[in-house]
Each structure stands twice: as structure tokens, then as C-alpha cells.
């Protein structure tokens, strides 16, 4: 059984790894902190803190390191995340001030967020699945070529271009968005995309063919916004930290090319009360992701939640990173309500 005093030590032992990467000794913990007792005392709560698996011996003779269970406890209860400086909260202003699009406002997300924290930073795409198509243009090129773009009211946009196989006139023009526009516009997705099919599904006349080719080409950016996405910064870090990892980083590194591992794992994290989530080491390992812990804030979209947050090394800064991922989440909340008021 771990006293209080036991807990505070281990609170201190976590606080001091992660700062100083050396392992802790109870004569550090009597010099840095004060626990009115001796250090044949804080021995004594290390020793039972070690009984029960929270922190470990690198090596014999040495001090002491959490281990992954440890890690967990000090988020779970002992860990108090730490306001952002008034600098910092500035920082988050003015990078992801005034963004282009949503692409844009993605990616200044996770590299301000890497910056901040000095990990890798991710970010989950709002989910489109439900919203729906507000709005379908199409612009000539040439006689055969189209650029499609499709707008949602959950500020998707996507652009594509379309060879049609015949030529097309002004005329031919405005009758085919005229009637792909009535089939999709004002529906959700995945309704729009089941008209699309139906269409394709029937008879299929020669004077219809651009249309079909048009249908054909608008079902694949409808499905693209149906699936997940993932944006990331800072990948360049894992290196910089790679003394960190008792192992190899490359899992890791196949996890930022792959995404789908990510993105599966930050969706089953479990939030508190705030909406902040931590998975530490171990507990990623059947994503092949033992050595790392990721910690992610929600955001609110129009279209349901998402998650940002930053992934690395277990020993890692668990309050600042939390709350950096909070405070980005939060201003990227206000900045898509925003979005959504001005529309």
C-alpha cells in the first residue's frame, strides 16, 4: 500500500526524470524537495513505490525511474497541468490567425503544437460523414476537362478535375450542374453519394455519358470525405529524442507514414471530465507503439469531435503537454465555431 508521502515521491521522481533524463536517488529528492524527512526515509517510500511497479532500477546502484504503470499514475492523480505563458497563448493567436482553409488552418495546428511542445504533433481532420453538400461548381478548362468543387457545411472542400471524354459547350455546361447540383445539394454524404449510384446503376444512354463520367468522378471526393485523416508536424523530433526509446523508433516512424494505426488508436483513448486523454507506453503495444505516449486534447467541429495532441518518448513533460493540447484545441474550437457563424 503507497502512502501519500509515497505518492508525492513518486510525483517527484516523474518531475525530476523528465528534467534532468538521469535517474533519481532519495538524497536528490531530500535536496530538491521538501519533505521534511530524511533520505533513509524517502528509501523506504521508493522501495514500496518499487514493490508495486511504479518505478524501477535502470541498473543496480543506481536511482530510480517510473516505469509505464507509474507514468499512468502520475497523470491519472498527481499530475497538475500548468497554465500557458501569456507568450505562448500569443504564439497560438497569432500562428493560427486568419488561415486560408481548413487545410491551412490543420496544418499551422500541429506545427504550432510542435513548437510549443517539442513533439510530434497530430491532429484529426473533423469528420465530414455527416455533413452535408452545400455547394457544386463546375468550371470548363477545355471542351472535355472540368474542375469539380464540392463544399460542405462542415467546411469541407475539395477540388477535382474531371476529363468527361466528349465535349461539352456552355449549354452542356449549365445542364450538368444543374443536374448533378439538384441530386446532391442540401444531402448528406453518404445520401449524395447513394443518388450518384443510382444513377450509374441504371441505363446506361450514350447521351448521358459525361453526365455518368461526372457522377463517377463526384463519388470518389465524396468518399474521400468519409475517410479519417491525420495531420502531422515534427516528425523530425523522434530523432533528436531518440535516446528516449529503450527501442527502435522506427515503429513509430511507420505509424506517422501509415496514419491508420494512429488514427485507430487515438479514437479508442478514453477522455476524462475535460475531454484530455493520455495512452502510455505499454498500453500502446498492440499498435506496435510500446515505446511511445500520445496525449490529445478534444475539439469541438460542427460536424462532432475531434482530437489533437502530441506523441513521443514516455519521458515526457505530461502536464505542459497536456495543456499545450488543450489550449490549441480550444482556440481551434473558437476558430471553426467562427468559421460556422460567418457562414
Given amino acids: 500500500m503507497v502512502t501519500d ?3 508525492q515521491v513518486l510525483r517527484a521522481i516523474v518531475q525530476d526524470y523528465v528534467e ?21 526515509t524517502i528509501r523506504n517510500d521508493m522501495a514500496l513505490l518499487e514493490d508495486e511497479e511504479l518505478i524501477t532500477a535502470p541498473h543496480t546502484s543506481s536511482g530510480r525511474v517510473p516505469t509505464d504503470k507509474g507514468y499512468r499514475v502520475f497523470v491519472n492523480h498527481l499530475a497538475q497541468l500548468r497554465p500557458l505563458s501569456t507568450a505562448q497563448r500569443s504564439a497560438i493567436e497569432s500562428f493560427l490567425g486568419t488561415p486560408a482553409d481548413l487545410d491551412d488552418l490543420m496544418v499551422r495546428t500541429v506545427r504550432v503544437l510542435t513548437q510549443l511542445t517539442g513533439q510530434v504533433a497530430l491532429a484529426q481532420y473533423p469528420s465530414f460523414a455527416r455533413a452535408r453538400v452545400t455547394h457544386v461548381e463546375l468550371v470548363a478548362l477545355a471542351p472535355n476537362r472540368l474542375l469539380i468543387v464540392l463544399v460542405t457545411d462542415a467546411g469541407g472542400v475539395s477540388q477535382r478535375v474531371a476529363q468527361l471524354g466528349v465535349d461539352v459547350d456552355e449549354s452542356g455546361l449549365a445542364q450538368l450542374r ?5 441530386m446532391i445539394t442540401g444531402r448528406a454524404i453518404g445520401e449524395a453519394s447513394d443518388r450518384l449510384q443510382s444513377l450509374l446503376d441504371g441505363e446506361e444512354l450514350p447521351s448521358e ?41 522506427h515503429p513509430l516512424l511507420e505509424a506517422i507514414e501509415e496514419q491508420v494505426t494512429l488514427l485507430r488508436l487515438m479514437s479508442e483513448m478514453v477522455t476524462d471530465e475535460h475531454g484530455l486523454a493520455a495512452s502510455i507506453g505499454t498500453e500502446n503495444a498492440s499498435f506496435g507503439l510500446g515505446e511511445a505516449s500520445i496525449v490529445t486534447s478534444n475539439y469541438a467541429a460542427p460536424s462532432g469531435m475531434a482530437r489533437v495532441g502530441v506523441m513521443g518518448p514516455t519521458r515526457m513533460d505530461y502536464p505542459s503537454n497536456l495543456a499545450a493540447a488543450r489550449a490549441v484545441a480550444r482556440y481551434l474550437t473558437r476558430m471553426l465555431d467562427e468559421d460556422e457563424a460567418s457562414r
Avoid at 534532468?20 to 533513509?40: K, L, M, N, Q, Y
Avoid at 444543374?178 to 439538384?182: D, I, L, M, P
Avoid at 457522377?215 to 528516449?244: I, N, P, S, Y
Fill in 5 to 7: 508521502r509515497g505518492l
Fill in 20 to 40: 534532468t533524463h538521469e535517474p533519481v536517488g532519495s538524497r536528490s529528492i531530500v535536496d530538491r524537495h521538501s519533505f521534511g524527512v530524511s533520505a533513509a
Fill in 178 to 182: 444543374a443536374r448533378v447540383s439538384e
Fill in 209 to 249: 455519358r459525361a453526365l455518368r463520367t461526372l457522377a463517377g468522378v463526384v463519388m470518389d471526393e465524396l468518399g474521400e470525405f468519409r475517410q479519417e485523416r491525420l495531420v502531422m508536424a515534427g516528425a523530425a523530433t523522434l530523432a533528436r529524442r531518440e535516446h528516449d526509446f529503450r527501442g527502435s523508433i
